[in-house]
């Protein structure tokens, strides 16, 4: 379990990868593609803080994060 600070689940996995660019010179996206499974997007609301987003990360591929969304906060407020 680690937290990351990013606008929305896609882009904490962008983060994750500069984050590890600091460490090291060595690509990570296909470890990173491996090691995370779920990212959890965390939003705040006049209610207070709610899941914005639920990402499952399949893998690394071709440059990209292969991912589904499993629950998104902005579909659910399309749909009532």
Do not use: W
């Not at 882009?11 to 470890?31: D, F, K």
């Not at 639920?54 to 629950?71: K, M, N, P, Q």
């Not at 998104?72 to 399309?78: F, G, I, T, Y």
């Amino acid at each position: 379990i680690a937290t990351v600070h990013s606008n929305t689940a896609e882009a904490a996995l962008t983060r994750l990868q500069q984050l590890v660019a600091e460490a090291t010179l060595a690509p990570m996206g296909e470890l990173i593609g491996e090691a995370v499974d779920l990212v959890v997007s965390i939003i705040k609301t006049d209610q207070g803080r709610r899941i914005g987003d639920l990402l499952e990360v399949d893998r690394f591929a071709g440059g990209d994060f292969l991912t589904r969304t499993i629950s998104s906060e902005k579909e659910k407020a399309a749909y009532g």
